[in-house]
């Protein structure tokens, strides 16, 4: 699964351009994480079609584009899941650039994990990830 990170100037409608252009275009946002970081908004979006999402956003005016590996992990859905799973990756050393939620049902949920480049296989061994 791969994760598109958008960084942004951090004005008014930078989100509804990104979110408009893949509309257009046809590309469901499976998940996404925005924020801003002083000057610059962060856009972490998982999408149905990567490859039309990135020719839509390529559109969008002042955007730099980055395209990285995740993994989608599906734990229990209870307190202290998280925490399990973080430790595993902390204790093997796994470095993470990010890390949400993608679905929640009542006894599971999904998760995007994206390690550093460098640790994705470290992170698919540690949980147990052929």
Do not use: C, W
């Given at each position: 699964?791969?994760?598109?990170?958008?960084?942004?100037?951090?004005?008014?409608?930078?989100?509804?351009?990104v979110?408009?252009?893949l509309?257009?275009?046809?590309?469901?946002?499976?998940?996404?994480s925005?924020?801003?970081?002083?000057?610059?908004?962060?856009?972490?979006i998982?999408?149905?079609?990567?490859?039309?999402?990135l020719?839509?956003?390529?559109k969008?005016?002042?955007?730099?584009?980055?395209e990285?590996?995740?993994?989608?992990?599906?734990?229990?859905?209870?307190?202290?899941?998280?925490?399990?799973?973080?430790?595993?990756?902390a204790?093997?050393?796994?470095?993470?650039?990010?890390?949400y939620?993608?679905?929640?049902?009542?006894?599971?949920?999904?998760?995007?994990?994206?390690?550093?480049p460098?640790?994705?296989?470290?992170?698919?061994?540690?949980?147990?990830?052929?």
């Amino acid at each position: 699964m791969k994760e598109i990170t958008l960084i942004a100037k951090n004005e008014m409608g930078s989100l509804a351009a990104v979110a408009e252009a893949l509309g257009s275009h046809g590309v469901n946002i499976e998940a996404i994480s925005a924020y801003g970081e002083r000057d610059n908004a962060i856009f972490r979006i998982i999408t149905n079609d990567t490859t039309t999402a990135l020719k839509a956003i390529s559109k969008v005016p002042g955007l730099e584009v980055l395209e990285g590996d995740t993994i989608l992990y599906s734990m229990l859905n209870r307190p202290g899941e998280l925490g399990k799973i973080t430790r595993k990756l902390a204790n093997k050393g796994v470095n993470l650039e990010s890390l949400y939620i993608v679905s929640r049902k009542l006894d599971h949920t999904d998760v995007a994990i994206k390690p550093i480049p460098a640790d994705i296989q470290k992170a698919k061994d540690a949980l147990g990830i052929k």
